[in-house]
Nanobody, 124 residues
Framework: VQLQASGGGLVQAGGSLRLSCAASGRTFSSYGRGWFRQAPGKEREFVAVLGWNGGSTDYADSVKGRFTIGRDNAKNTVYLQMNSLKSEDTAVYYC??????????????????WGQGTLVTVSS
């Protein structure tokens, strides 16, 4: 299984970006797909997750109301629409597969098959 994250770039504060996470390789059992981010000098943190069961979603408080996670079934891709970007959103964004049940969705240790990351830089 391989995940490929893309769509990062440089954007001004208040702008928008759409990240994509495409999956390829063998079929695998999972509970969803999530996005995390890591800013320079900081630990990797949860951003958003989409569950396969009923399409449930959840977000970090810092991005609620600004980011939207969704799925393109035809392309086996999960995207992250990011609006009203702030300088504090600057980070490398990673996608990964939730391999454990939904109740563990905030714990990055429950994720696997991490993509290579895509850099988002928000200028103020």
């Amino acid at each position: 299984v391989q995940l490929q994250a893309s769509g990062g770039g440089l954007v001004q504060a208040g702008g928008s970006l759409r990240l994509s996470c495409a999956a390829s390789g063998r079929t695998f059992s999972s509970y969803g797909r999530g996005w995390f981010r890591q800013a320079p000098g900081k630990e990797r943190e949860f951003v958003a997750v989409l569950g396969w069961n009923g399409g449930s979603t959840d977000y970090a408080d810092s991005v609620k109301g600004r980011f939207t996670i969704g799925r393109d079934n035809a392309k086996n891709t999960v995207y992250l629409q990011m609006n009203s970007l702030k300088s504090e959103d600057t980070a490398v964004y990673y996608c990964a597969v939730l391999t454990k049940e939904w109740r563990l969705r905030f714990d990055l240790r429950q994720y696997a098959y991490w993509g290579q990351g895509t850099l988002v830089t928000v200028s103020s």
